[in-house]
């Protein structure tokens, strides 16, 4: 029997009905847990979609062998759906880096604020430009580096150094550095 059932039946739900103040009980106790029912199948959904999915957590970080790769070269990888730019400097790109006054730059960060203590040889950036996001150019074999040696963004011709940092162009800030940590000499764990 519905609810609407009972309660269109005067009979049965009148005052003068014997059972109705009971019956008008089970419609109120019926409709509240109707209610309580409803509200939860709402919740479900809900808390499951504020809970972090499996893959998602997966990539919250992204551990990464470097030990192949060699000073000059970079690759790019992906982190948190993003790309990331691991490159290894060659001395002359450290010792470019190293040149520049800090107190020059837009960004002002030196090649040690960017790069972790006796590791300055890898540098770990996101492959995001600060300007509008594109994807900048650099790591891969025969790619435009730009007139500074590091990152060249060809939306609009933003322009990075050995240190990725912002030399030219629109971008107002230097690639970022993700937080990362070497969990040992060849392997990187960014997140
Ligand atoms: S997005 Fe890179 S210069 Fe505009």
Known sequence: MTDTAVADNPAQSGPESGDGVRRRDFIYVAATSAAGVGAASVLIPLVSQMAPSADVLAESSTELDIGSIQPGQAIKAVFRKQPVFVRRLTPKEIAEA?????????????????????????????????????????????????EFGGYFCPCHGSVYDTAARIRKGPAPKNLEVPPYEFTSDTVVKIG
């Open 98 to 146: 190293k040149a520049v006054p800090v107190d020059s730059l837009r960004d002002p960060q030196s090649l040690e604020d960017r790069t972790k203590k006796g590791k300055e040889e890898w540098l770990i950036t996101m492959g995001v430009c600060t300007h509008l996001g594109c994807v900048p150019l650099g790591t891969g074999e025969g790619e435009v580096k730009g």
